[in-house]
C-alpha cells in the first residue's frame, strides 16, 4: 500500500529559510545525497526522483535567527523505500563523520536522526509492512524504543550509498505547536486528517488513508509557546497535496467554517495553523 499518493493526502515538501545558502546546499547535495532540481538566486530546490521537490532552502537577507522555545518544525522525515536503503544511507553518515541525534524502533517504522548544519531537525526512517502495525480500536501506540542497530547494518550487504533512490518521498512532518487540542481541530476539522496516535507523552499524531502519521504535532517548546517571527529562520512553510481539485476545495470550505485563515495569490493556496506553522495547500 502508498500512503503517499492519490487517494492520501500528504505532504510535499518543507521549505526552509537558511542564513548560509552554500553551506546548506552543500550539505544537502553532497554530504545528505540529494539532487539539486533548480536553482535560482537565493533559492535551492532538492529532489530525490529529478522532478518531485523534497526540501527547498533560501537566503533571505534580513532573516532573523530563530527565537527558542518557540512553534514550528521539529523534524521532516524523509521516507526510504526499504530498510536496505536506511541501513546503507546510516553506514554512509556515520563514515562521512556527520553527527547523528538519534536512533529509535518505533515499531511502525525505524528512524535516525540528525539535523541540518542551520539545525532544523531531520529524520531518514523505512517503514515496516503495514500489516504488523499494533492497530487497536483505530489507534497505533506510542513507542520509541532503542533502534537494533546492528540488525539494520546487516541490511546493506556492503553495498555503497549512492544517494537516495528515486522513490524516497516526504514521508512525514512533524511540527511544534501551542496546544495541541487546537491543532487537533484545525488539521482534523480543517485539513481532514484522523488521529491516529493520540493524545501521549504531549504528542498527537494525524494521518489520511490509515497511514501511521503523515504529520506529528507536539507541544515539547511549551503549551502557548509563541509563533516565531515571519522571517525567522527555519521552517518558512510546508506543503500539503490532496489528490483531487474537488477534495482541496472540500477542504477549504471546513477550514472556513472552523475560521481558519485561507489565501489565494497567483494560484496559490495558503493556511496557517494555530501555532503559526504556514501550509502551502496543493493537488
Not at 19 to 40: A, H, I, M, P, T
Request: aromatic share 8%; hydrophobic share 35%.
Amino acid at each position: 500500500m502508498n500512503f503517499h499518493k492519490e487517494p492520501a493526502t500528504y505532504v510535499g515538501h518543507v521549505h526552509l529559510l537558511v542564513s548560509d545558502l552554500e553551506r546548506s546546499q552543500q550539505f544537502y547535495e553532497k554530504k545528505l545525497g540529494l539532487q539539486v532540481l533548480n536553482k535560482k538566486e537565493n533559492v535551492v530546490a532538492f529532489t530525490a526522483d529529478g522532478n518531485t521537490p523534497l526540501v527547498i532552502i533560501e537566503h533571505e537577507e534580513n532573516a532573523q535567527p530563530k527565537r527558542p522555545r518557540t512553534t514550528g518544525l521539529y523534524h521532516f522525515a524523509l521516507l526510504l523505500p526499504n530498510r536496505r536503503e536506511l541501513a546503507k544511507v546510516l553506514i554512509h553518515l556515520v563514515q562521512s563523520g556527520y553527527p547523528l541525534q538519534g536512533a529509535s524502533d518505533h515499531q511502525f517504522s525505524e528512524a535516525v536522526y540528525l539535523a541540518d548544519p542551520e539545525g532544523n531537525g531531520i529524520e531518514l526512517y523505512a517503514d515496516r509492512s503495514p500489516e504488523i502495525w499494533a492497530w487497536q480500536n483505530g489507534e497505533l501506540p506510542f513507542v520509541s524504543d532503542p533502534l537494533d542497530t546492528d540488525s539494520l547494518l546487516k541490511e546493506s550487504e556492503n553495498e555503497p550509498w549512492t544517494g537516495f533512490p528515486s522513490d524516497t518521498v516526504m514521508g512525514h512532518i512533524h511540527l511544534h505547536v501551542s496546544n495541541l487540542q487546537k491543532a487537533k481541530e484545525f488539521y482534523c476539522d480543517g485539513l481532514g486528517f484522523e488521529v491516529t496516535v493520540p493524545f501521549r507523552h504531549q504528542a498527537l499524531f494525524v494521518a489520511s488513508n490509515k497511514y501511521h502519521h503523515h504529520i506529528g504535532l507536539n507541544t515539547w517548546q511549551g503549551e502557548g509557546a509563541p509563533a516565531p517571527a515571519a522571517n525567522s529562520l527555519g521552517m518558512k512553510e510546508y506543503s500539503i497535496i490532496y489528490p483531487t481539485e474537488a477534495e482541496r476545495t472540500r477542504v477549504l470550505e471546513q477550514l472556513k467554517k472552523i475560521n481558519a485563515p485561507v489565501s489565494e495569490e497567483e494560484g496559490d493556496v495558503r493556511t496557517t495553523d494555530p501555532a503559526g506553522n504556514r501550509i502551502l495547500l496543493l493537488v
